[in-house]
C-alpha cells in the first residue's frame, strides 16, 4: 500500500500530465494547484516544498529536479516546433515569392512583344499623340525588363533611341517618373497591367 508520501508524487504526476495532455502552458504553481488525491482532495501549496526540519533539504527534491527537467524538455520541444513551423513558412512564403515575380516577368514580355507590335503597326498613321503614347510604354516596358533580364541588345536599343530622341524633355523626365512607380508598384507586389496603368498616357 501506497504511503503518503508515495500518493503524493502520484498526484503531482498525474497533475502535470493532465495539463501535459490539455495543451496548457505548464510550470510548478499550476501543477501545484490541480495536484488531486484519489479522493478529490488538493494536495496543498507547500508541501511540494517541505523541508526535513533537521537537515533542511527538500522532502520531495528528487521530484522538484524531475519536474524540472519535464518542463524543460515541454519547451524545448515547442520551441522545436515552432521554429519548423516558421522556417515552413519562410520557404513557402519565399516560393510564392518567386512564382509572383516570375508571373510578373512574364507579363512584362508580353506586353513589349504587345507594344512593339502596336508601335511597327501604327508608325504610317498621323496620329502622332497615340504613336507617343505607345513610344512612352514601350519604352518603360523595356527599361524595366532590362534591369531584370538585362544583356538584350534590342531592348537597350529602344531605351537610348527613346532617350535621345526625348533628351531634356518633359517626356523622358515623364517615363522616369512612370518608371519608378511601377518599380515600386512590382516591390510591393501589386500585380498590375502596364499597358493599363498607361492607357491615359
Do not use: W
Not at 19 to 29: H, R, S
Not at 168 to 185: F, H, P, R, W, Y
Amino acid at each position: 500500500m501506497a504511503n503518503s508520501k508515495e500518493k503524493f508524487q502520484e498526484a503531482i504526476r498525474s497533475s502535470f500530465e493532465l495539463l501535459k495532455n490539455n495543451g496548457t502552458k505548464i510550470n510548478k504553481k499550476k501543477i501545484i494547484d490541480n495536484a488531486k488525491f484519489e479522493d478529490g482532495s488538493y494536495v496543498g501549496k507547500t508541501t511540494l516544498y517541505a523541508k526535513n526540519p533537521l537537515t533542511k533539504a527538500y522532502i520531495h527534491a528528487d521530484l522538484l529536479k524531475e519536474l524540472d527537467e519535464k518542463i524543460s524538455e515541454l519547451v524545448l520541444g515547442e520551441s522545436k516546433v515552432k521554429l519548423k513551423r516558421s522556417f515552413s513558412q519562410i520557404i513557402e512564403e519565399k516560393n510564392k515569392k518567386i512564382d509572383e515575380l516570375e508571373f510578373k516577368n512574364r507579363k512584362l514580355l508580353a506586353q513589349f512583344v504587345e507594344l512593339e507590335n502596336s508601335l511597327e503597326n501604327t508608325v504610317h498613321q498621323n496620329d502622332e499623340n497615340y504613336i507617343q503614347s505607345l513610344e512612352i510604354n514601350l519604352y518603360i516596358v523595356s527599361y524595366l525588363l532590362n534591369q531584370k533580364v538585362g544583356g538584350y541588345k534590342i531592348l537597350n536599343n529602344i531605351i537610348k533611341k527613346y532617350q535621345v530622341k526625348y533628351h531634356g524633355s518633359n517626356k523622358l523626365k515623364e517615363a522616369k517618373v512612370q518608371i519608378q512607380t511601377m518599380k515600386n508598384d512590382i516591390e510591393c507586389s501589386k500585380i498590375i497591367s502596364i499597358t493599363e496603368s498607361f492607357k491615359d498616357s
